[in-house]
């Protein structure tokens, strides 16, 4: 009897994730390696918590400067050699490209952040990524 | 990279733990030692020669000589670290920040940073860098000069500091925040990416002030 209780418990539970969209198992996977790939690559400066850190990195966590998408999407490949302005401070120190980056990296990447720290709640989608990527890259060729 | 600098910790760890005595609940001296047989007042006597840190001359963020003698008197956590590092700089420097805050008031405690990069980090870069870090004052110097001194310094702390193409940034060096006492002795090395590793450092600065106080 106990057996079948708990089978009956566990069955809705399978199909209910059995039936998660495909687009929430989409914006999951997005999160999840956005989260590992900001963890590796840019949480030594701008700090797990996104705060950045004094007056050398500028934080990313509650920073006006996320309005700019494209650009952000831009600078996490190619990284920044100006000053830049966040919340109000000048950032003179240069942010290193990230080459090695690809088109959806840079999209799970910027899904986690603006999930995370920009109110989103849908993902960067790596076409979206690819688009903003290539203008950048011909207007840095220019 | 970093890696290979901790397997080589962990080999070198049980080397100079072996060296410690924990007798009231003092920090070990970490390093050779040697044990030296003196006459004194007719008297054959026996000593231990623990290793020190030997004598050194830079210049720091504010073009200003420092030397073994800025430490005097003091205890001093030394590490070694290049601005423009993308790997694990930013992460010693967060750490170190901390170590710095909690003991800004301290006038036993100071800090010293080497760059490995002295052509790019010029007093003037590393004046510039400090100020944005919130760093004010002479408790934390950071120390610019010639780069073979600097590697050989690095030495002299027990931790690596060289050239390696293979490494990003063209330079190798270790993560390590080194704890030394007033007698130049080492007492402690410290992983200086992690948390965990500068909550130790903070702690074991506290159990040496105490060992002073005791005296």
């Not at chain 1, 949480?43 to 998408?69: F, V």
């Not at chain 1, 830049?84 to 990447?109: C, H, K």
Request: net charge neutral; glycine share 6%; aromatic share 10%.
């Amino acid at each position: 009897m106990r057996r079948v209780s708990i089978c009956l418990l566990a069955f809705p539970l399978f199909f209910q994730t059995g039936c998660q969209s495909q687009d929430e198992l989409k914006q999951e996977k997005y999160f999840v390696e956005g989260y590992q790939l900001y963890t590796e690559h840019c949480a030594n400066c701008h700090q797990t918590d996104g705060k950045g850190l004094e007056a050398l990195y500028p934080p990313i966590n509650g920073s006006d400067y996320l309005k700019n998408k494209e650009k952000i999407i831009c600078l996490i490949r190619y990284g920044q050699n100006e000053p830049i302005l966040v919340n109000g401070r000048r950032f003179n120190r240069p942010m290193p490209a990230n080459a090695q980056l690809t088109d959806i990296d840079v999209a799970e990447i910027t899904t986690y952040i603006y999930n995370k720290w920009g109110d989103e709640k849908v993902i960067t989608d790596v076409k979206e990524a690819s688009k903003a990527l290539d203008l950048c890259r011909t207007q840095l060729q220019k | 990279m970093y890696s290979v600098l901790k397997s080589t910790l962990f080999f070198a760890i049980p080397v100079l733990l072996s060296a410690c005595s924990s007798t009231d609940n003092r920090l070990p001296i970490l390093g050779e030692r040697d044990v030296i047989t003196k006459e004194v007042n007719g008297k054959t006597v026996t000593d231990t020669s623990y290793y020190q840190i030997p004598a050194f001359q830079f210049t720091n963020q504010d073009s200003l000589p420092v030397t073994d003698k800025t430490f005097e008197g003091k205890i001093y956590v030394a590490d070694f670290f290049f601005i423009t590092c993308p790997t694990i700089c930013p992460k010693m420097k967060t750490q170190m920040k901390r170590v710095y805050d909690q003991f800004k008031s301290n006038p036993d405690v100071m800090l010293l940073s080497y760059t490995i990069d002295p052509r790019h980090d010029t007093p003037a870069v590393l004046k510039e860098f400090a100020k944005n870090l919130g760093v004010t004052g002479p408790q934390w110097q950071f120390a610019t000069g010639r780069k073979e001194d600097i590697f050989k310094t690095g030495k002299s702390y027990m931790v690596v500091a060289q050239e390696d193409a293979g490494a990003p940034g063209g330079l190798l060096h270790s993560g390590h925040f080194v704890l030394v006492d007033k007698e130049k002795h080492v007492r402690g090395m410290y992983d200086g990416t992690t948390e965990e590793g500068a909550d130790k450092l903070m702690a074991d600065i506290d159990r040496l002030l105490a060992e002073y106080k005791k005296q």
